[in-house]
C-alpha cells in the first residue's frame, strides 16, 4: 500500500515570499518598476558579475546572449547534446546551427576535446551547459579563445574549482526560474553579464529594442518582450535572501541520498552523479541516478511509480529528437557517451525538504524494483 506520494520537485515559498508579492500589487506597480533593478543588482552582486539583466525565462536569456555576441545566419554554435532542448534551440532561433560535442562521463558536460575537435572555420561561439549544476570546464573551452555563451539554468549556487561562481567569468550566463529551480519566480530567468555593452544590447532587446532614453512607442532596433514582472523580481529576492539555505536543503538531501543508495552502487552498478573534485563545487538542482546497463528504464519508472515514488528520464540527448534527426540527419551512434548516458538517466524526487524518511522510502522502492 502507498503511504505516501513522493513528488518529483517542490518549491519551498512562505511568507517572505507572500509579503514580497501582495507589496507589488498594493504599489499597483506591476511591471518596469524597481523591483527589476533591485533583484538584478541582488543577483549580480551574489554571483560576483559585472551586470545581470532579468528575463522572462531562461530560454529568453540564451537568446539574447547570443544575439549580443554576435550569432547570425549559418553561423556554427558548439554545444551539449545532453541537456535540455532550449540550449540548442535558441541557436536555430538565429539561423545558425547547433553542432554537438560529446559530453565527459564524469561531470556529463562537454568535453573540451570532442569541443576543440568540432572547431571550423564558421564557429563562433561554444555554448556549455552546467548540467544538473555541475560547473562545465569553462576555463579549459577559454583556451579555445572563441566567444563563450553559458548555460547556467540549472547552476545557480554552483563555483568553479578557482573559486568563481558559475556565472562570474565575465561570459553572458543565462540562469532559468521555473518552478523546479533553485530559486523561483514560475517563471523567468537571469542574464549575468561582463560587458557594459552587452547589458545595453540585452536591457534594450528584451524590451521590444528601446534605448533606455527613448519614449513609450519608440524602438530603434528589433527586439522581444522578454521582460521579467515586478511581481516576479518580488519573489526573486524575497528567495535570494535565503538561497544559502535552501541551497544547503538541497546538499543535505543529496548526502542522504548518497548514503542511502551505497548498497545500490556497490551490489547493482547504479551509478549517482559525480562528487565535487578540483575544487568545483555542484550548486544541487536535480538528482539523476544512471540504472546499471540492461535495465529497463521506462519499466523501473513504472513500478517505482506504484510504489508512490515519483521519477522519469532526465534527459534525452538532443541530437536523437525526431525534429533534430529530421532537420540535421542526426543518428545513434554520433555522441555515445551522450547516448549512453541518456538512455539510462532517471532522476530521483528531489527538493530541499525532502526529509530522511522520503530518502530511504526512495532507497527502499529502488532497490526492491532493481532486485
Ligand atoms: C539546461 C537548461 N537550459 C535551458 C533551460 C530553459 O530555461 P527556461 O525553462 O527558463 O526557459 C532549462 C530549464 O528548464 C535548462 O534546464
Known amino acids: 500500500m502507498i503511504t505516501e506520494e513522493i513528488p518529483l520537485a517542490k518549491p519551498v515559498l512562505g511568507e517572505a515570499e507572500e509579503a514580497a508579492v501582495l507589496e507589488v500589487l498594493r504599489s499597483g506597480q506591476l511591471s518596469l518598476g524597481p523591483r ?20 522572462s525565462s531562461g530560454t529568453a536569456g540564451l537568446h539574447l546572449a547570443l544575439r549580443a555576441v554576435g550569432v547570425s545566419d549559418g553561423d556554427e554554435v558548439i554545444t551539449s547534446p545532453f541537456s535540455f532542448v532550449a540550449s540548442a534551440n535558441v541557436v536555430l532561433y538565429e539561423r545558425a546551427r547547433p553542432v554537438f560535442a560529446d559530453i565527459c562521463p564524469r561531470s556529463l558536460n562537454l568535453d573540451p576535446q570532442a569541443v576543440a575537435a568540432a572547431i571550423t572555420d564558421r564557429t563562433t561561439v561554444v555554448l556549455p551547459v552546467h548540467i544538473f549544476g555541475y560547473p562545465a570546464d569553462v576555463p579549459a573551452l577559454e583556451a579555445h579563445g572563441l566567444p563563450i ?8 549556487g554552483a563555483v ?80 535570494l ?4 539555505d535552501m541551497l544547503a536543503g538541497r546538499a543535505r538531501a543529496a548526502a542522504s541520498y548518497r548514503q542511502a543508495l551505497a548498497p545500490l552502487v556497490s551490489e547493482r552498478g547504479l551509478e549517482l552523479p559525480c562528487e ?41 540527448a538532443i541530437h536523437l ?18 547516448e549512453d548516458v541518456a538512455a539510462r538517466s532517471i532522476a530521483l524526487p528531489f527538493f530541499p525538504e525532502l526529509s530522511e524518511g522520503q530518502v530511504a522510502r ?4 529502488l532497490e526492491r524494483v532493481l532486485r
Not at 574549482?161 to 537571469?190: C, I, S, W
Open 36 to 55: 527589476v533593478p533591485a533583484f538584478e543588482a541582488a543577483f549580480a552582486a551574489r554571483i560576483g558579475a559585472r551586470h545581470a539583466s532579468a528575463v
Open 149 to 156: 555563451v553559458e548555460d547556467a539554468c540549472e547552476a545557480l
Open 160 to 239: 568553479h574549482g578557482d573559486g568563481v561562481a558559475v556565472g562570474g567569468r565575465g561570459h553572458p550566463a543565462a540562469f532559468g526560474f521555473y518552478a523546479n529551480k533553485q530559486l523561483t519566480t514560475g517563471e523567468g530567468g537571469m542574464l549575468t553579464l561582463g560587458s557594459d555593452a552587452h547589458k545595453e544590447t540585452i536591457d534594450s532587446e528584451r524590451n521590444q529594442g528601446r534605448a533606455p532614453d527613448m519614449g513609450w512607442l519608440d524602438h530603434d532596433r528589433l527586439g522581444f518582450n522578454y521582460r521579467l514582472s515586478d511581481i516576479a523580481c518580488a519573489l526573486g529576492l524575497a528567495q
Open 241 to 244: 535572501e535565503r538561497l544559502d
Open 276 to 316: 565535487d573534485a578540483g575544487g568545483d563545487r555542484r550548486g544541487w538542482f536535480v538528482f539523476v541516478v544512471q540504472l546499471p546497463h540492461g535495465v529497463d528504464r521506462d519499466g523501473t519508472i513504472r513500478a517505482l511509480r506504484e510504489l508512490g515514488v515519483h521519477s522519469k528520464p532526465y534527459l534525452p
Open 321 to 338: 529528437m525526431s525534429f533534430y534527426r529530421e532537420r540535421f540527419g542526426h543518428r545513434p551512434g554520433e555522441f555515445p557517451i551522450a
Open 362 to 365: 526512495v532507497a527502499e522502492a
